[in-house]
Each structure stands twice: as structure tokens, then as C-alpha cells.
């Protein structure tokens, strides 16, 4: 994989922001220091801004389990008073009448609520202690001496737990059918908490997450009308009561487009509609949410946010979509490095309304040590059923270290990118020229072909960016003949699925708080044929290799297929991979999940020209993830066991 570092030039013009300078009025300019009382000489009140800190009037020592002594000391109403001028010694000894009852309130916000406290009389303090000397322009006192210290002992008793969470719902989703699986999720993750430690900050979290998985769908305007937690402090339960009024139930009505001046107003209309955002629709925050994910990835727009104003007043709420547009227009300038190429430059182009079709073109020039790529790619905007026309060209030279590959591609056809469903359906001509660096062993020829295509992928991650479970599909499917004097027909397939299974109950369970200890199993699986016969001349650009970073790690890229007669391997008609990873969290000190992880993994593919000639290579290794808000960051050792030798293997991102 990459590291790769990039500049953008826009070509639309560039504005420039002057930076003004105001004068301060002339009223405005005192001699009077910035929160100095009026009328205080500077000088004055420079002092008093720079007098030093009282030091602690008194110290505090708390015997108490490690459990509750930090969160007592840090909230502890002495602690306010530690540093206090005018503290005196009675003020004090009424503090610490208070004390008992502060403490009290603390532990109950941690489920403790039958605690054994004892604060003992004020300790004077040493005979030799030091006064602190007070600043020379305080008036109040001449000294401030320590006033002794405060021992205080406490016993939290035992944990009160959660013995039951009881949801009652009032208004619609009490009554409608349509929402009885909603209300079935909000009990049931409620009832997920029970036999949990008894927190105020636990409760405050089940009252939360109650309040958005009622808002999150049918009630934006839901909320808690009550709540209450009985405490049984003799059997240390804790029985809770949530009642959740929902409101009436409420749809999606029009769309409101705000910011679009560049491109139609109807792009962002049709995206927020193939999102589920149609007149009529129930309200659902993943909907709105998917439709600003996928105007964002459509590319003609920096910032995108949509969202409704609920409102009991209305049973249609308008959706608004506020736009902040790209330029029209976009250079973009790349260098980098990858373990399997190289050095790498690259310019890429992109005009996101080619004036009279008002097609979206992205062109790119990429260069590296093993492959010279031009590339470009134009798609019309989307229909009302999410189909858009797409056209491809590409210009290719492969650098291997015994052969050099030169090819050609243009395809034409349909294509719909969804959520979680993408399809295309399109022809492919394809031209492949192969020259071998030592002395020629086969003639030397050009393949052609031209095919019918059809792609199809599902995915099914609970996240798209960095996913911990789920699973995801891809198969593609062509049909064609090789071209010139030698026609010969052949069909070509190829699929590859990964799935994800956490190996933890709490990892598994959704809307668990408990994070994993075991991580997850990742396995993916590869495998491709074309079907003709054998001395049909298929371009190599439709055959197969593996290896490198994103197949069998151990290998270099491509460097897995089917041996020649110069030493080296060409593409092949079958290809097999394989591979199982396990990723387990990296924990930190504080014991909640850090966003390294630790992974081993066994990888093994074979390339062959008979399906029964597969043989797998294999690499074993170790490496680590950093799950970055772009997704995760890898970098992973192998070694293979065919080469017996070590290899670097980098990448970014989650992708499938």
C-alpha cells in the first residue's frame, strides 16, 4: 500500500482575504489594568494580579478504597474552601458537620448508599509549622498560619446493582403496530442493563439511549416525561422507571435546498430520495443521516447537513438540505511511496460539470517504478432510480522484472451505486500486448477481446470506515469473444467476500457498552475462472495474478502465478486466496479501548492454468491497525514460506 501525500490547486480563481486593521477609539484607552476595580491605579492592580497563590489552608487525608477515594477527593465540597483568604477556624468546624452528608451524596452517584463515615475533630497543626506570609498590600491579615487537618474514614459498603429497568410508553408508539419493533428494541436494551453496578453516570446512560432510540425513528419529538430510580438499599437493588412520551407519529414531507448555485438543485432531490427520504415516508435519523453521507461522497459538495425541525404542529416535516458546493473544477498533485511499487507521482483532474453534457469527468496520470496508468472517467448524474451512464478509457504499461505488459481498456454502460447494493452492467474491450525482456521463448502477439459484463456487491459492515462485524459480497460475470483472426468465445467470473465475527458476547451484542477482550475473526476468500479453450487467445489482462499488500501478504505484487519457461510467472486462468486474520484491541492504561489494535494473520493463493494445479503459496505475519477517523491505518510483517523472506506490507482504509 500507500503513503501518499497530496496538494490541490483549484482552478475556479482564488480569493484573497485582506486583513483590516481597526483603531481603538480613543475613549476606549484607560490606565486602568484589565480587571482592575475603578478607578485602581495600574500599579495597583498589577500587584494584586501578580500576588501569589494561597497555599492550602488545610490538609486532607482520606482512608478510603481506591474505588471512590479519587472521585472523592475531586469533588469533595472542602476542596472548594482549601485555599480560601478568610477561612477561620469556626468556619471550618462547620464544614466539617457538613462533610458527612457531601460524602454521602458523592458515594450514591456510585451505587453506594449504606456508607460507614467518620470525620474526626480538626487536627491542629504542628507547633514549628511555617505561616505562609500574606501579600504586602493585604489589608485583611497579616499572616495566613495553617489551620490543621482534616482526617476523614470511609467505608462505601457494597454496590448497589440494577435489579430491573421498566420502559412505559405514552402517545403513538404505544398503540401503533408498525412501531411494536421499535418498542421492542428500546426494552430490550434496557433490559440488557440489569444486574449492571448501579451509577448515576449508568443511569443517566439508559435514560439517554432510551431517548434516542425513540427519537431516532417515527418521533423526533419524543422525550422522557419521567423517570425514577428505587433504591432498596438493604438488598443493594436498584429498581428504575423510565417513561418515555413519543408524541405523534410523524413523516417526511418536501425538500428544501439551500447553497445550490453551481449544479441542478435536483442532483441533491434524487440522492436524498434514493436515501429513503421520500414524501410520506416514516421519520428515520439513519435515513437522513445516509442521505448526507452519500450526497458528501458524490463529489460536488465540500459540506453537506440535513435535518428536520420536528414539531407536533405539523405531521409532514420538510426536509432541509443546506449545500456548500465544490468548484467547478480540481487539480490535484500526489507523490508517495508504496512497498509494492515504489515512488509513486500522480496528477489527477476533475471537472464535475463538462459544459454541454454536463457529465462528470475525473482524468489521471499515475506513474511508479512498476506501473504508467492514464486513466479517465466520465458519468453522467443520476436518474430518479439511482442509475447513472458511465465511460471509461485507460492506458496501462506493467513493469515486471522479466516482462512488460501493455494494455488498453474502454468501457461503456450503466451503473448505481447504493447504500449498501452496488450494480453495472457494461461492455469491455480490452487489448494486451506482452514483451519478454530475454530472449523470446513464444512469439510475440497482440489479444484483443470485447465482453458483456455484469458486477454486483453487497455489504453488511456496521461500519463502512472501520468495521468490527458484518460481511460483504462482490461477483462479477462476463461473456465474449477474442477479436482478430482468431475468434474464439470465453466467459470469465470472478468473487471475493470477507466476513467479520467478533469473538467476545459483549463485542457482539448490539448496543452493549462492554467492549471486546477477544477481538474478532476475519476471513476472505477469493476466486476467479475463465472458461475456454485452451489455445483461445485471451488478453492477459483477463487472466489472473495475486500477491502483494491487499491479497497474499509474504508476496510482491503479483508475484503469484503461473511459472514460465524465462523463470518468471504470467497471468492464469484460475485463481484461489485465502485468508484469516485475528484483531485484538490494544488496551490502555485506564483500561477502555485504545485505537491500536494487534493482528496475526495466515494468507495462502495459487494462480493456475487447471483448476486441479492449484497449489497455494503461503505467508504468515503479525502487524498493528490504528483505526484513524479516515479508517484504519495498517502496517503488517510477513513472511513468506515459498520465498523465505521477510516483507513490508502498508495500506489505508477500509475497503471492499
Known amino acids: ?105 458523592l458515594l450514591g452517584t456510585l451505587g453506594h448508599f449504606s456508607p460507614v463515615i467518620q470525620v474526626d475533630p480538626l487536627q491542629a ?27 476523614m474514614r470511609v467505608d462505601p459498603g457494597p454496590q448497589t446493582r440494577i435489579g ?29 442493563r440489569a444486574d449492571q453496578p448501579f451509577t448515576q453516570s449508568e443511569w443517566d446512560s439508559i435514560k439517554n439511549q432510551a431517548l434516542r432510540q425513540l427519537t431516532g425513528q417515527r418521533f423526533p419529538g419524543g422525550r422522557i416525561g419521567n423517570s425514577l430510580a428505587d433504591i432498596d438499599a438493604a438488598n443493594q437493588r436498584a429498581n428504575l422507571y423510565i417513561e418515555l412520551e413519543s408524541g405523534p407519529l410523524q413523516r417526511i414531507g418536501g425538500i428544501e435546498v439551500v447553497g445550490s448555485e453551481r449544479y441542478d438543485p435536483g442532483i441533491s432531490e434524487r440522492l436524498a430520495r434514493l436515501s429513503g427520504l421520500t414524501p410520506g415516508a416514516e421519520y428515520d435519523l439513519e435515513r437522513l443521516q445516509a442521505a448526507q453521507q452519500r450526497m458528501a461522497a458524490s463529489g460536488y459538495f465540500d459540506a453537506v447537513f440535513v435535518y428536520v425541525e420536528p414539531t407536533e404542529q405539523a405531521a409532514m416535516l420538510p426536509v432541509k438540505v443546506q449545500l456548500r458546493e465544490a468548484r467547478r473544477q480540481k487539480l490535484v498533485l500526489g507523490v508517495g511511496a508504496s512497498t509494492d511499487s515504489g515512488a ?90 506482452v514483451v519478454q525482456y530475454l530472449p523470446q521463448l513464444l512469439p510475440e502477439a497482440a489479444e484483443s477481446s470485447i465482453t458483456a459484463n455484469y458486477a454486483w456487491s453487497r455489504r453488511r459492515f456496521d461500519d463502512l470506515v472501520s468495521p468490527r462485524r458484518g460481511h460483504g459480497l462482490a461477483v462479477e460475470l462476463g461473456a465474449g469473444t477474442t477479436l482478430g483472426t482468431d475468434r474464439q468465445p470465453f466467459a470469465r467470473t470472478q468473487a471475493r467476500w470477507l466476513g467479520l465475527w467478533p469473538l467476545d458476547r459483549a463485542e457482539a451484542a448490539p448496543g452493549s457498552a462492554a467492549p471486546s477482550n477477544l477481538g474478532r475473526l476475519a476471513l476472505r476468500l477469493e476466486g476467479g475462472a475463465v472458461i475456454a479453450r485452451d489455445n483461445a487467445p485471451v488478453p492477459e489482462t483477463q487472466l489472473f495474478l495475486t500477491g502483494g499488500d491487499n491479497s497474499v501478504r509474504g508476496y510482491g505484487l503479483r508475484d503469484i502465478g503461473v511459472p514460465s519457461a524465462n523463470g518468471g510467472v504470467r497471468a492464469g486462468r484460475y485463481k484461489a486466496v485465502v485468508s484469516v486474520e485475528w484483531q485484538r484491541p490494544v488496551w490502555a492504561e485506564n483500561g477502555q479501548r485504545s ?21 497455494p ?13 479516515v479508517g484504519p491505518l495498517q502496517i503488517d510483517l510477513a513472511y513468506g514460506l515459498e520465498t523465505r523472506e521477510l516483507r513490508l506490507h502498508l495500506n489505508v482504509g477500509f475497503s471492499f
Request: hydrophobic fraction near 40%; avoid cysteine.
Open 164 to 192: 430491573s429497568v421498566q420502559v412505559i410508553f405514552q402517545g403513538d408508539i404505544a398503540t401503533l403496530p408498525q412501531a411494536q419493533a421499535q418498542r421492542e428494541a428500546i426494552q430490550a436494551a434496557a433490559v440488557h
Open 595 to 615: 485505537p491500536w489494535e494487534n493482528v496475526l494473520f495466515v494468507d495462502g493463493g495459487a494462480v493456475a492454468d487447471r483448476a486441479g494445479d492449484l497449489r
Open 125 to 151: 497543626p504542628p507547633a514549628d509549622a511555617p505561616n505562609a506570609a500574606a501579600d504586602d498590600d493585604d489589608d485583611e491579615a497579616d499572616a495566613l498560619p495553617p489551620l490543621g487537618t482534616v482526617r
Open 617 to 629: 503459496k503461503w505467508g504468515v505475519g503479525t502487524g498493528l491497525r490504528y483505526n484513524s477517523p
Open 1 to 105: 500500500m500507500t503513503l501518499f501525500l497530496r496538494a490541490g490547486l483549484l482552478l475556479t480563481g482564488l480569493w484573497l482575504h485582506p486583513l483590516i486593521l481597526w483603531p481603538t477609539p480613543a475613549h476606549a484607552q484607560t490606565d486602568t489594568a484589565p480587571g482592575a476595580a475603578q478607578g485602581e491605579p495600574r500599579t495597583a492592580a498589577r500587584a494584586r494580579a501578580q500576588r501569589p497563590p494561597v497555599p492550602p489552608r488545610f490538609e486532607i487525608e482520606l482512608d478510603a478504597p481506591d474505588s471512590v477515594r479519587e472521585t472523592l477527593l475531586r469533588h469533595m465540597e472542602l476542596q472548594r474552601f482549601r485555599r480560601l483568604r478568610q477561612l477561620d477556624i469556626n468556619e471550618l468546624n462547620r464544614l466539617l458537620l457538613q462533610a458527612p452528608d457531601n460524602l454521602r451524596d
Open 344 to 433: 509513486r507521482l500522480s496528477v489527477e483532474h476533475l471537472h464535475n460539470r463538462v459544459p454541454g453534457i454536463g457529465w462528470r469527468a475525473r482524468s489521471e496520470l499515475r506513474l511508479d517504478q512498476k506501473d504508467q496508468t492514464a486513466r479517465t472517467d466520465w458519468r453522467s448524474p443520476v436518474d430518479d432510480k439511482g442509475w447513472q451512464w458511465l465511460t471509461e478509457a485507460q492506458l496501462s504499461r506493467l513493469d515486471d522484472s522479466l516482462t512488460r505488459t501493455s494494455s488498453q481498456r474502454l468501457r461503456w454502460g450503466q451503473g448505481q451505486d447504493g447504500e449498501t447494493l452496488d450494480r453495472s452492467v457494461y461492455l469491455q474491450y480490452d487489448r494486451a500486448r
